[in-house]
């Protein structure tokens, strides 16, 4: 490929960050997911369920929740992105604001379930001239907002 | 962020465009929606169904056509995009091919109703810097066309 | 629109190109399609199907499947994408992996089918500023691997 390649813009950057972000927790790879916040992330990604706290406790979390629901089943997830809005801050964050849908394979079975639909809410931020999320919370949108 | 980000390119643009105008839309801003288009804007969003004509035309026709499917019900719609195909025009226009699915959701209802399955043809312009929508519009994939 | 416009990054471009590529695919453009691989391309479009190879044997491959499976059917395929992680190689290839959802809709059936849920990798090439698909990976969710 051409050395003179455009740089991405922050737009591609962020779906880019958000395609292996994604790639690693339905892999399983959480402790990965989990490094892509901030040390000091908080992940909501549920309703009515406390928010986790620190890549630690994020991490710990996911492999509680996936435990809990999907134990002893050989599930494929995927999580997927639409409709990216990006809106840098005053204060060098970023707000990305975007829809999302869990898709569910069981083997054997051709047709995924895809349910919830979800809107999400990150604050992202730049450290080391890589993208983080620093929070990220998960509304669905089957459940009225408290 | 850094200030020395590279700018965003054209498909960036409109991909950033779009969510912000489909988030107006999904979240009943019909107004704000209808701003998305030229002054002399048109939306043909239903095939037998007249196209739409003007921002004020567009926001009232969106106001009937929520009332006359949606009345009376919480209903959270989401529109999703895909496969951006973003050709510039000798004009000065550009056209913008995609898929849209249409997602519904009910109060307390997990899984969404995903229908139908559309092609929809943009006509953008630029205006002060900022993207417009002159025309689109949307054709069914379950509906022959005329 | 401006000349000044910043030039496309490159998970731009393969968005553009999946784009034109896919939508080839869909309209039953089959020639199309096969002209977006290298003409030693390859294309392993269904667990336990060999793979195609070269632009002529990809065309043809993609005739036979539509011909098996949908053959008198006027349906409406639309594959959709998301979830790109773009990947530059030392070696000057472009590794890009992706989820997928392939799509049908039957004439006056407002609901597609939505399955299978993929995962897709692409071995990407540039030749003469154009992107090419050199090889193509699909693989079934709900099908474990061999």
Redesign the interface.
Known sequence: ??TE?????????V??F???Q??ALDSGRFEEYAETFTEDGEFRHSPGRPPARTRAGIAKELTAFHQERFAGE?V?R?????????Q?QAD?T?HA???V?A?L?????????????CLVRDVLV?ED?RLLTRSRRVE???V?EA
């Not at 995927?78 to 990006?86: A, D, G, I």
């Not at 394979?105 to 639909?117: L, Y």
Request: hydrophobic share 30%; charged share 25%; aromatic share 8%.
């Open positions: 490929m051409s390649r455009a740089r991405e813009g922050l737009y591609s950057r779906q880019q958000h395609a292996e994604m790639q050989a494929q995927r999580h997927w992105f639409n409709m990216l809005n990006v840098e060098g970023v604001t975007f829809y849908l898709l394979t069981r083997p054997g079975e051709r047709v995924p379930e895809i349910a919830p639909s730049e001239g669905h949108d089957h009225p």
